[in-house]
């Protein structure tokens, strides 16, 4: 199946599950808006758990923070938001459609990429065993011309996006002949920046007014907060504070699904450390969030570090994090080197002191820090990519969310075989003693594989049966979701043998 079609199954799917639904649905819609549905937020639920879990119990010198939407606006003058928060925008003149000038060329280096691994497929096809990959990648005209054209692209692009120069932006599109995949013509506009803030007013009358933003990152709520949490915590460096909630951007191009919203989640961690110290905390820091990542089992080739072109204005080391979605490799994460351009801003800007005295060294200090950030919502994507298979039976197709089981919705669907005879009765008497412990669902409505494939198309990932036996031996049919292999066994066993296995504690223990 085209990755396309995957993808377009893969949203229809969300909507008819109650995984995510338009925003304002019966108003068709509001653009790059969504709500989460009752299998979503589920979901949700456990993806932030998850995260919050991995920070904030797991390591004794991170905590959290919950920071208001509205903060002050100087705020953003002094994170360098107000002036530099920008997208680079083009249009088509033919179609009227708006791009961001920088995905253009990044998805014409894609292409070449694209096309270089075609070649390598097509050869790895033709030699079979005794094929060597790298030297024919070395070795290959074809793909040495692909290469070289798209380091050339590259470099210029690199450089265009350091000196901020826009007409060079441009000049590379024209000059690669990117057309608008909607009018299929070359007519461009000029490249213009665009702030991606979104701003509202504070304030009962229009004089006393205060334009304030809605925060395009919680990152600047956890700075603004740094001093307050270091002296009641009494923390010490290097330490962590760690957030989740909302961010807002009025995002040019927003298209694919919840990959780009501008309404968002993000799950943001500060990790305060000593200046000098910041690029080896970086490292450590790629490779435990990798790690957290490749703990949910979606396979290790599918994610990769994207080590960034253009350094943002506070950065001294940036990576993403991407994995690959049915539109190819995209970013899921960003981890930041961010110096220590914040909390030296926020003191320029506040006229406050917030240097950190460390007691080791007797000398006091701005920390230097390094950030992950991670989008809610693009993780929930990605997971929901990862997870979604089509199984050809004997008896038609299934569909089947592999979710990892602790981040099911639901952990075990209750059916009784049918409604009479008290077996409807029994299965609730097993819910009502299992609920305290995870999420069941009951079911009764229609056969047993029907139920089945309805389980299966939520992602959970155990389902029992009972039956009239249930009765007399107090056992019931437990199915699992990715093998379908039914095992009979004991209720009073059922808590300990599903209880473990579908935890955030159970991953949680794998990271250590
Ligand atoms: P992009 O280059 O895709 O616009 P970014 O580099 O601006 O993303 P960051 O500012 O580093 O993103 O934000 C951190 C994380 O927040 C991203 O890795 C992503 O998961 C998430 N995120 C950012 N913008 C959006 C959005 N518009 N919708 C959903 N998630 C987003």
Not at 62 to 87: L, R
Not at 195 to 218: C, H, I, W
Not at 280 to 304: C, I, P, T, V
């Amino acid at each position: 199946m085209a990755q396309e079609d995957v993808f377009k199954k893969l949203v229809s799917h969300c909507k008819e599950y109650g995984f995510v639904f338009p925003s304002s649905d019966i108003y068709d819609g509001l653009g790059a808006v969504y709500d989460y549905g009752q299998m979503g937020v589920e979901l949700k639920n456990n993806i932030k758990k998850y995260w919050w879990d991995s920070m904030v119990l797991l390591h004794d010198n991170i905590v959290g923070i919950d920071s208001a939407i509205f903060m002050h606006p100087t705020i953003w003058k002094a994170s360098g938001h107000v002036d530099a928060f920008n997208d680079p925008l083009i249009d088509n003149k033919d179609s009227k459609k708006r791009y961001r000038a920088d995905v253009l060329v990044e998805d014409q280096l894609a292409k070449y990429d694209d096309k270089i691994n075609k070649e390598v497929a097509k050869a790895a096809k033709r030699f079979g065993e005794a094929f060597d990959e790298q030297e024919f990648r070395s070795t290959n005209a074809r793909v040495l011309k692909y290469q070289e054209q798209r380091d050339a692209v590259h470099e210029r692009f690199a450089k265009a996006l350091n000196d901020n120069d826009l007409t060079e932006l441009r000049q590379i599109i024209v000059d690669e002949e990117i057309v608008c995949p909607i009018s299929g013509t070359r007519e461009w506009t000029e490249v213009r920046q665009f702030n991606l803030m979104f701003a509202t007013e504070m304030g009962s009358t229009s004089d006393s007014a205060m334009k304030v933003y809605l925060r395009p990152e919680t990152a600047q709520g956890i700075f603004v907060n740094y001093m307050n949490v270091q002296k009641s915590g009494r923390m010490r460096v290097p330490f962590g504070i760690a957030q989740i909630g909302k961010a807002f951007r009025n995002e040019i191009v927003a298209r694919q699904f919840i990959f780009r919203m501008r309404e968002f989640e993000q799950m943001e961690m500060q990790f305060f450390v000593r200046p000098g110290t910041e690029l080896d905390w970086f490292r450590s820091w790629k490779e435990q969030r990798l790690k957290w990542h490749e703990n949910l089992g979606f396979g290790s080739e599918n994610y990769r570090f994207h080590d960034h072109d253009k350094l943002a204005h506070y950065a001294n080391a940036a990576t993403d994090i991407e994995f690959l979605m049915p539109f190819g490799f995209k970013e899921v994460e960003g981890i930041h080197s961010r110096t220590d351009f914040d909390l030296a801003q926020h003191e320029k800007f506040s006229g406050k002191n917030i240097k950190y005295f460390d007691p080791e060294l007797n000398q006091s200090y701005v920390p230097y820090v390094v950030e992950t950030s991670i989008g809610v919502d693009r993780m929930f994507l990605s997971i929901m990519a990862g997870s979604y298979c089509e199984e050809e039976l004997e008896n038609g197709t299934r569909v089947v969310l592999k979710l990892p089981a602790a981040l099911a919705p639901v952990k075990l669907a209750v059916l009784p075989l049918v409604k009479k005879d008290g077996l409807a009765e029994k299965a609730m008497d097993i819910i009502n003693d299992l609920k305290f412990h995870f999420n069941c669902q009951y079911d009764e409505k229609d056969s047993i594989g029907k139920r089945y494939r309805r389980q299966d198309a939520i992602g959970t990932p155990y389902c029992i049966t009972v039956d009239h036996d249930t009765l007399n031996d107090n056992c019931v049919t437990l199915r699992n979701r990715d093998t379908m292999e039914q095992e009979r066994v004991a209720i009073a066993d059922l808590n300990n043998i599903i209880a473990d296995r579908v935890s955030i504690t159970s991953l949680l223990k794998k990271l250590q």
